[in-house]
Structure formats: C-alpha cells, structure tokens
C-alpha cells in the first residue's frame, strides 16, 4: 500500500476515489480525449418575456457576484448542482481584498470580521539555498467559506434572488432577446460560473488544450510544531520529475496547511495528482520537521488547474458571459478561485448592471467585461521560466538560482514592489526596476532563461511588456476623461467605461495596499 492510500484511506468520505477520478479527467485532458461539450445552442426565434435579468450557473462562488447584482436590484436566479455551502477548508487572501464585500453592501463590517477564520504575520518566500524574504499582510487571511456563503446566501434571498439547489447545468439555447436554460429558466443574460471545467468553456474553446497546468495537492493536519507564520512560495529540492516543486503553508483553525504545486505543460508523459500526492508526503517531514506519524489529518486537498494563453476567455454566443475560473481571468501563476473573483467583483457588478441597463449584452459587447490585459499576460514569461519541457534539460538549480536572485533584488526595492507581485498583480514600474536591477547583478542567469523560455516566447512577451507600459500611462490619463465620457449618451459610456477597467486592470492599477 502507498503512502497515499495509507492516509487518504484514514480519511472520511471517498477521497482516494476523488483523487483517481480528477486524474482520470486530467489524462483525458492531456490526451485531448476528452468530447467537446455542444450544449449550448443558438435559436432565431424570440424567446418573448423572460423571469429574470440573470441566470448564473454554478453557485459557490457565482453566490458572490448573483449576491452583489440582487442586492442592486436585478432579478437574479443561482443554479447550483447540489446544495450551495462553503467547504470546511479556508480561503486565504489579504485583507484589504475583502473590503468589497462592505462596498458592495454583501456584508456588514461585523459579518466580515466574523467570516475571518484565521490571520497570521509574516509569511516567508525562500528558493533552496537563497535568502529569506519576508512579508507582512499577504494572504495572510483565512476566510470561513463556510461562514461567508451561508451569509450570502441569506442575503440573496432577503433581497429577491431565487436559489435552485440540486439543479445541474444541462444545456442553454441562446434566442435573439434572451436565454433559456435547461429547457426551463429565462433571463436575458447567462453568467457561467462554472469553473475551470465548465462545459460552456469547453465548447467556447472547441478542444483545445490547455497551454499550461498547475498540478496542487496538499492536506490540513494537527500536529505540527507551533508555528504563526505561512509560506507564500518556497522550494528546498532541484528539479524532479521534470518538475520545480513549490510548497505553501497556513495556520488553520484545526491544524495547518500545506500544498504543494507545480507548473507544466500539457503533455501526457507528465506526472499525475495521486503521484504528486506521493510526493507530497515524502517531502513533507523534511520540510515542516515533522514525522508523518505524529500528524492527524483533518482532509485532504488536490486539484489542477488549466490555463489558457487566449484568456480571458470571449465567447462566440451572445448573452453569455464567463466569470472567474471559466473566464481565465487568474494569470498562469494563480490558482483562480476565491481571490481572483474577488478581485474582479465590482468591476464585473458594475459592468454587468450597466450593459443589461443600455441592453449591451452582444458577444462583442460583453467581450469588453473579459478584456485583454497585458498586466495576465506578461506572466506566461514567468510560468514558463517557472517549469521546464517534458524532454528539457537545464542545470537542475537554475529556477532556484533565478527566482532566489529575483525575490532578493524585489526585496532591496522595497514594498511597493514586492506586495503586489505577491498578490498577482503585475505593474509596469515595479517590474522594470526589477528586470534592470536583475540583469544588472545577475546577467549570466539572465541569459540562461532565454533558451529555457525559447525566443519566440521572449518576443511575445515584449510585446505585452509594452503594452504594460502602454496600459499604465492610458490608466494615468483616464481620469481626465470622465467628465467628457458623463456627457455621452449611455451606449457609449458602456464602452468608454469598459476601455478604462480594461486599462486599470491590464496595469495592476487596481491594486490597493491601503
């Protein structure tokens, strides 16, 4: 019996099967086996009076954005496959995030403070045998998700939203003036929340595989040495497996948590959950100091996470839009989920109320609340420097040696450099400084990553580098056009007001360390 099988098997609930079954859609994933989805359909007939402005398909975390729209007046309806809670596992994010929830009038500032599970200061970023960096107030929350949708889900019916539990997404066929979902619920407009998997994204996508993965496997467990600090990135072996492995870790309320992952391309050959998961548990002593035999698991966790260079996703149909994980909207770093919703909460509230309301809601139209920003796409450069080809061979140190050398020289430029990298957010200035002063101290590193990464990547990236540049100095300038965007007629403030999130988003500019 394996490692895995000996301690998932302590575990309540079918966990071994779980893990087996997401590597069963993983492999088909890599082999591309996997039959494209054709259930969304397109129907010329009007469709005639609808019941709801919004159907959001996939409730646990559409429950954020159905919340924020109900609470503004729309008719909103949550189809959720099983019955809509939290999982027991925590959401970390930082704190100044979660603010939204109070702006958008989701929760008091009471509910929040109680929806906080944990909190802990400072969380550590170290390469193998390279320094440590420190850092305050970065993921550093852990948010109840138990706690936090129970609260919404109140709230959504206290103000009007309709919540069809036990109701699996089936097909949708799109008419001229609205949708109509499995054969039964009219709205004008479909939100597709349902995650990276979704069929909607599949069919959107006809087939094509992922660019990248990140493979995550990890457990909460009690036992360990008392310790109130996390790890944000850290890695302490060479490359194995063809893979750099990263690991992670929280205070939890019943124990701590800790992940490991890794970034690859899609190929078949590449190693699977239930492997990583082995590997999780051999590493795992050396890294927390602690004898597998001493901990107490509580559950366990694991996933993997497609993404996709053409993202954010733009569907073909009208009146459909992705959001969260089905839209791509996390960079090739991020796993998505809770962080990147949130994150894109209000600038998605607010776009989506404006174009019901100028009756905006053509695929062209509503491509413009999933827009290109270079602020994601310069990150594929950092993936791709991150991990190494299947039949790739590089000095088994060289990611350790680079990332350590990048972390070190974002640490001398001081906070505002380094905090919001850490939280996914990627500007202009902050990464210049760091690209001058690593080439400048580390220029033979540097020039290692070019036949890692491969020109033609190097090239790409350039590009988006400059429309970073490009990006942060239109978002400098927007503020001097919303008093002339105010006097245009209401169709064409849609689009001047997706063009300045667009900006704002694709420079970091959004980002608040207030």
Not at 4 to 23: F, K, M, Y
Not at 181 to 196: P, T
Not at 222 to 251: K, V
Request: with cysteine; net charge negative.
């Amino acid at each position: 019996m394996s490692l895995t099988e000996e301690i998932l098997n302590q575990l309540p609930g079918n966990v071994l099967d779980g893990l087996r079954s997401a590597d069963r859609i993983l492999k088909s994933i890599r082999e591309n086996t996997a039959p494209v989805p054709s259930l969304v359909k397109e129907n010329q007939q009007p469709l005639g009076a609808v019941d709801w402005d919004v159907i959001i398909c996939g409730g646990t975390l559409g429950i954020l954005i159905g919340c924020a729209l109900a609470v503004r007046g729309l008719r909103v309806a949550l189809l959720e496959r099983g019955i809509l809670r939290g999982r027991e596992q925590e959401w970390n994010i930082s704190r100044q995030e979660l603010e939204v929830f109070v702006e958008l009038n989701l929760l008091t500032e009471s509910e929040l403070v109680s929806a906080i599970a944990t909190q802990y200061n400072p969380a550590r970023v170290k390469f193998k045998d390279g320094a440590e960096v420190w850092v305050e107030n970065v993921l550093n929350i852990g948010v109840n998700p138990v706690y936090l949708l129970a609260t919404l889900k109140t709230k959504f019916l206290a103000v009007g939203g309709e919540l069809l539990e036990n109701t699996p997404f089936s097909d949708v066929v799109v008419h001229p003036d609205g949708v109509i979902v499995n054969n039964q619920f009219k709205a004008k407009l479909l939100l597709d929340a349902m995650g990276h998997l979704s069929p909607i994204t599949q069919q959107a996508r006809q087939g094509k595989k992922p660019d990248a993965l990140c493979l995550v496997v990890g457990s909460c467990a009690e036992g360990f040495p008392e310790n109130n600090a996390g790890d944000l990135i850290l890695s302490f072996t060479s490359l194995q497996n063809q893979c750099q492995y990263f690991w992670e870790a929280f205070p939890a309320r019943d124990g701590r948590t800790t992940y490991l992952f890794t970034y690859m391309d899609a190929h078949p050959q590449r190693l699977g959950l239930e492997t990583l998961f082995e590997e999780y548990l051999r590493l795992l002593p050396e890294y927390q100091g602690v004898e597998l035999s001493q901990l107490k698991f509580q559950r366990a966790l694991f996933g993997f996470f497609p993404t996709y260079r053409q993202s954010p996703l733009q569907t073909p149909w009208h009146r459909i839009l992705p959001v969260g994980d089905s839209s791509g909207s996390q960079s090739p770093l991020s796993f998505g989920g809770f962080g990147a919703m949130v994150r894109h909460l209000k600038r998605l509230t607010i776009g989506i109320e404006e174009a019901l309301q100028t009756e905006q809601i053509s695929a062209k139209a509503l491509a413009q609340l999933q827009p290109y920003q270079p602020s994601l796409s310069v990150t594929w450069l950092f993936q791709k420097a991150m991990s190494v080809s299947v039949n790739q061979t590089i000095p088994p140190e060289q990611i350790n040696q680079l990332l350590s050398a990048v972390f070190a020289e974002m640490q001398q430029l001081g906070t505002p450099v380094l905090k919001p990298f850490l939280q996914d957010i990627v500007q202009f200035s902050a990464l210049t400084q760091t690209l001058v002063k690593t080439g400048l101290n580390h220029p033979v590193l540097v020039a290692k990553i070019i036949p890692q990464v491969g020109l033609i990547n190097l090239l790409d990236w350039l590009l988006h580098y400059s429309n970073l540049g490009l990006y942060s100095a239109l978002f400098a300038i927007s503020t001097i056009l919303e008093i002339w965007i105010k006097n245009l007629p209401n169709t064409q403030q849609y689009y001047w007001h997706r063009l300045i999130d667009a900006w704002k988003f694709g420079s970091g500019g959004d980002y608040s360390n207030s």
